[in-house]
């Protein structure tokens, strides 16, 4: 018998390593795309949570500076303190008679998140009117 040595010629060699590649290249750039969108969308998520905790917190400080001016006719404002935020409450005095100026401004300890808010009240015989109640920019 004889051995016969068979050589098989394959011209297109290499050309299933380029498209292996060529999808773990494309597989790459998908699972870094999601994970900034990812990134990006939890970051907006928090933002948007913590500006929302901060306006509330100032919200509460209006409240309780309207309380404070039933109770105590000279309440003048103080500084609200929370976990990671605090709301600086200051009155004076409103642009009619008997009325009173609010503002209330938080802010995260950071100083990343402000949100101000101003209200005007009319207060008789311990009745308190609101006349406007609105955000700062």
Same mark, same amino acid.
């Given at each position: 018998?004889?051995?016969?040595?068979?050589?098989?010629?394959?011209?297109?060699?290499?050309?299933?390593?380029?498209?292996?590649?060529?999808?773990?290249?494309?597989?790459?750039?998908?699972?870094?795309?999601?994970?900034?969108?990812?990134?990006? @969308? $939890?970051?907006?998520?928090?933002?948007?949570?913590? +500006? =929302?905790?901060?306006?509330? %917190?100032?919200? /509460?400080?209006? !409240?309780?500076?309207?309380?404070?001016?039933?109770?105590?006719?000279?309440?003048?404002?103080?500084?609200?303190?929370?976990?990671?935020?605090?709301?600086?409450?200051?009155?004076?005095?409103?642009?009619?008679?008997?009325? @009173? $100026?609010?503002?209330?401004?938080?802010?995260?300890? +950071? =100083?990343?998140?402000?949100? %101000?808010?101003? /209200?005007?009240? !009319?207060?008789?015989?311990?009745?308190?009117?609101?006349?406007?109640?609105?955000?700062?920019?």
């Amino acid at each position: 018998m004889k051995n016969i040595n068979l050589k098989i010629y394959f011209p297109n060699k290499g050309q299933a390593m380029i498209s292996i590649l060529l999808v773990l290249a494309l597989a790459i750039i998908f699972i870094t795309t999601a994970a900034v969108i990812y990134l990006t @969308e $939890t970051d907006f998520s928090f933002n948007s949570r913590k +500006s =929302n905790e901060i306006y509330y %917190n100032a919200e /509460a400080g209006l !409240e309780n500076a309207i309380l404070q001016i039933l109770r105590q006719p000279s309440y003048s404002g103080e500084t609200l303190t929370f976990d990671d935020s605090s709301v600086t409450i200051s009155v004076g005095s409103g642009p009619g008679p008997n009325q @009173e $100026t609010i503002t209330a401004s938080g802010k995260s300890n +950071s =100083n990343k998140f402000i949100r %101000n808010l101003k /209200a005007i009240v !009319e207060i008789n015989n311990r009745i308190v009117n609101l006349i406007s109640w609105r955000e700062n920019e």
